[in-house]
């Protein structure tokens, strides 16, 4: 199967102190859009999630969850970037995760990076790349603290509108709202990106079970193709398995209620089947103890299948995602394509690269019957399989969960300490 | 704590088209060479594996594991080798593993790119990323397919000779022969590297049970440093428990002699309780299932002080080892040591940054005791905890080890397989 | 707490030898019918599976499963009997499982004892033990090999009648229909049950998704009461989780038809978190390798309280349960009952025993929220924690299902060997 | 292969009350004794451990662990003796374990059964069961709370005496001292047993770091053939692996010291592969959770075969044998021995019952490959694979193992638990 070079330009290489290459960026036919793409029936690969892959790179941190390395390391988020559109992917997401200013004030961003220029910095890094090669650029937004704090409808809509702003002036491609745990406010970031003309997609981040107030996947799905949305679908939170299943109830739901929509799945790197509704955030693990979790390789090619059997064509990853695991899924769904990606110059398809390893036995595996049946260890045979998860049954509105912009004091850390060895 | 910026230039950030940082660099004082730190008592953190890292990122070979990336995607490693420094790294090691002539013919490298060229390539990247900070260069070499073939002791020198003139040429600051399996190879790679008159470290892929001629750790120790290397000890191939539980031993093996050396571990970041002589190779997850296995932070932390306690001072990682993973080494010496790496500006001490979480629950996660004692689970509940591992029991001079240049053909395959499966 | 001898007669010890016992039974006072203590709120403790306890016990096959022993061994089958009465239970059903004649004829019983023959001995034996305690004697009926096969309801009925015939004759207090896979064999058999005028009580051995031919565990409910059961239940083929989650089912199901019902459960002493619709009979482990899901007391005593939360008064257990299991219900329910078993005398009440062992790290696990915490270990680190069922999906009515007297053939074995491999 | 009947005669049938079979009693031929099997190369196999099978039928207290039953409750001892000899022991062993007055004092026995009465009904009830077949009958001492507080040679050689007093009068046929963890006291005891003239057997409770003063296996063999021992070996404590491994040190050991033995194993039927130098008693499970540890009739049949193989002779089995565990040993010897057990006549070998199984997929299942292969899974996802033992690094002389008549206080219960939680 031909390699096909996603890159326009050749950007990185020994020859890369040798000269200019805008001519050729000029030169570029226009991409097709992404509901173009969609409508024609082409699967179109996403990314994997940028907070968690840079967190273990050291630019982002675990708590805050903030993406000021946009601004911040630029070089760092640049290569990630590189490093999914060579493993596949065709749309660059600006890396504005939790980058509207609420969140940054809350959690302690130290205020060098407004989010105005983290907005900023990130499309002007998603573009360059995606330039690069044949990905769209999309936008994106995500659930606020405002929200989580019950501020009203027109305070929470204001704070997407800001980041809307960046997205239209930088003249992003698509836009995406991603991360929801409640319908109701991803409703509202959707009214607010359809005001650009521009294409909507929108995901939440739940299970079967539905949001954290109960609307199932279904009716969740109606509400968001209703307001506006082209391509709905679920991110995060659960792992493959769990986001296909949840994506199939909503188009169920869709189908139902005579909607159309495309749809998409960006689920975990993680095997969840411990979690209840409210995912991996409450598990143990979460976020510093996941790596026995990590899909491999194959698992990946098994979600790429099983999402394309179910219809979905919008298929990316979430938090855990490293280039590997989406060069899997393009190379899974390589012969419905006609071609594998430019990663796929260094990996041989179900482990043929293995036919030159210096050890034998090893060579004995390079055969995808291998690892297609292969049950891998753990090496920790003082850890269980599963989980119970944390959780403390409450949502929106409740006192635990109003937000505030000062670091969680020691008194009320020791009383967060004590609920939780109760609950336990 | 106060962080020390390992960084003498700002070279990463928003500010990055605005000027020359060049002054900073000439301006910067002499380094101390590894021995002056190892010798005043200093604690070096080394760095990680970059061909696993590599891999996932999508820019080397699984089979071949050959270092090509140096000269085809130089940025790619320029950043991951940044990545290591922001973390802690006092070392940045060049990207040449595998990177002799014979190995390079032998497993299907393109050709586009001569050993020459990547040594060459591979010094630069690392000086580069070294002088953005305190780390100095390390020039390896590591074991070949001329010795398992059983080349003579001059030609498998030659190809070491060959490597050796460029890391000269280079002027990199010492120089480190790793990644063997027979002592005796690596005894031939000490003598040829000291002629360079440069410090050299030397480190065996072996565990408990010795090398794969039965020869134990400290008879092997006491070898190498009467060969000539300065520092000893093992990489790869196990995890740290077995790496340091090896190291201890190759100690007893040189005090006993009545010798002196310094100690360094760069081990596996994945668990291998279950390994025999050969290692994480033997493992039936090897090379593409390994997920399951792979360190968390808190596992470093505590490899980081028993490698310490076991008099270790030259303490890094190999295969698996992310950023991350080198900066929780970096983390749990910062007392030692007097300072956080500056990759820990995005990194609370024992999960501290959750205390910026939103729900709280995960706040009351921010401790310690939390991550220490939590057992974490797979989410694999049809996968055991360890595996038997494969290896046929053949080492060097069996004709199932004899290297050929061309891949593995059908038929040597399908017995290969054959052979496999009345294995299990 | 006071230790009830369910003992009339000291007919078990050093004393044995000396003298008649007779006098006491004589002036036993008539015992409450099951329907009298249920109706009263009593909570009944059933007995323990003697199929699986007799086959560790060495006078059972495995295969046939038939009861041959009641006859053959009537000592180990009084043995089993008195340990259950030790133990608390107030049922000693008669060892009658699969008794009946197509099934004796059908699965290579010597053929030297009738149907006739092992009902009457399992009467006899039952009602002996019954008589030295407290406890009932429960006639008791399963599915039929003639079902299976798809012979007339008339032919099945009759099936039933002989059986019931024996327990009419030898006066039995009460009836029960027990492992039906499929509520029609079960109301056929129930409707033969109540031209007795015994009370009866009728269990399926069924999880939440219901009978064999997808009958949900409400609809089997009601129409069991329909025909005349006066308890309903489940038994077999689930863990006491499933179990009493499916009677819960059932409760519902007839509560919403406006019908009443006394409710049992007679779980698997085994854990199957992995069960499909079939249980543990499509597990790969049954029934020679179920070691490993052996619950222990102390899951039994959670069993016990679940089930009494849900309304379940009449609480015992089917394969794999033990004495000790049994006693464990009974000192669960010690203080609703006001009295503990005579087996309890051997025992102290959540590990307090310990306190007299020879080591003091022991003695420190004498209390009850050492062993309600503990996850015990496995010992297997070679072994997962879940199984993937078999099961080819077929039901009454299938060619594969269609009963034969003959021992399977060489041929026949092959070709399901063969099936069977591709399977996995 | 044929069907051995160990029966000489008939007891336990429909037939059982027709009549006296006494006859045949005194017809049987004088069987040759422990030596004169060994010496002649028999398979000599042993019985399972009394006092954790007796605890899970409710007549032993776990914790005094004292066996009171044989005179309390005499038919539940009768029938497990029994049960082995038709599951194909040789050997019935008093149940006198622990049965020295000084543990019975100690340990709350209710005194209602001194010393003499236990051990007197548990040789009479050997006797009569192992002369319904070939068995012989072994009286048993073991170690003393005596010798753990520091009593003299003499007072600990008073109470071995004793008890040997009362196996002479019942004229046993030949002696055991089983289950020390000091191997001076097994020597004492051996040296007592020696003074009646008869066969004298001795095991420790020891894995392959030896006893708990640190004297290694292959010399405490040595000691114990010195003192007299004509069979040495090792029971209880650790699984069937680690305890042919010690036996393999021990034989090494003795053939060193030029000496001559034979050789015994009476194993736990639990995994350990966990342990330490104290065995099962420092596992967290002990003695209540050990379920999920508990062999498999297959990882039995590989024991056999393992022990055959390292040259044991004496096959048997200790505490979590039931008589299939011992059966196992009997079928997989089958092929050495020539005959089947009486209990096979309801065992296929290697699960062929199932041939007769109801479903196709069961019946598919009728094949040693199949059982040899399976991973049996645990059902238990939440439970880890190994644990961490407990042990509080102290021995024989250390206050904290002084023992004392009463039950431990509140008082010092308190403080041991506090000593258990530090300790975690």
Known sequence: MRVQ?????????????????TAA?????????????LDAGEVVIGDGGFVFALEKRGYVKAGPWTPEAAAEHPEAVRQLHREFLRAGSNVMQTFTFYASDDKLENRGNTQRFTGQQINEAACDL?????????????????QTPSYLSCKSE??????????????????VDFLIAEYFEHVEEAEW???????????????????????????????????????????????CHFDPDTCVKTVKMMKEGVEKAGLKAHYMTQPLAYHTPD?????FIDLPEFPFSLEPRILSRWDMQKYAREAYNAGVRFIGGCCGFEPYHIRALAEELAPERGFLPAGSEKHGTWGSGLEM??????????????????????????????SIPDGWGVTKGHADLMQQ??????????????KASQGH
Chains 1, 2, 3, 4 share one sequence.
């Open 5 to 21: 070079s996603p890159f326009r330009t050749q950007k990185d290489s020994v020859a890369e102190k040798s000269g200019p290459v």
């Open 25 to 37: 960026i000029i030169m570029a036919p226009a991409k097709k859009n992404i509901l173009e793409r």
């Open 126 to 142: 998603a573009k360059e790349v995606a330039n690069e090669g044949d990905a769209l650029v999309a936008g994106g937004v995500s």
């Open 154 to 171: 027109n305070d929470v809509k204001a704070i997407f509108k800001k980041q809307i702003d960046v997205f239209v002036q930088k003249n």
């Open 189 to 235: 970031a959707v009214q607010v990106l359809k005001t650009t003309g521009k294409p909507v997609a929108a995901t939440l981040c739940i299970g079967p079970e539905g949001d954290l107030n109960g609307v199932g996947p279904g009716d969740c799905a109606v509400r968001l193709v209703k307001a506006g949305a082209q391509i709905v679908g679920i991110n």
């Open 275 to 279: 979690c209840n509704r409210q995912g």
């Open 357 to 386: 390893h210096t050890k034998p036995w090893v060579r004995a595996r390079a055969r995808r019957d291998y690892w297609e049946k292969l049950n891998p260890a753990s090496g920790r045979p003082y850890c269980p399989s599963m």
């Open 405 to 418: 912009k000062e670091a969680t004091s020691k008194d009320q850390l020791k009383a967060l300490f004590d």
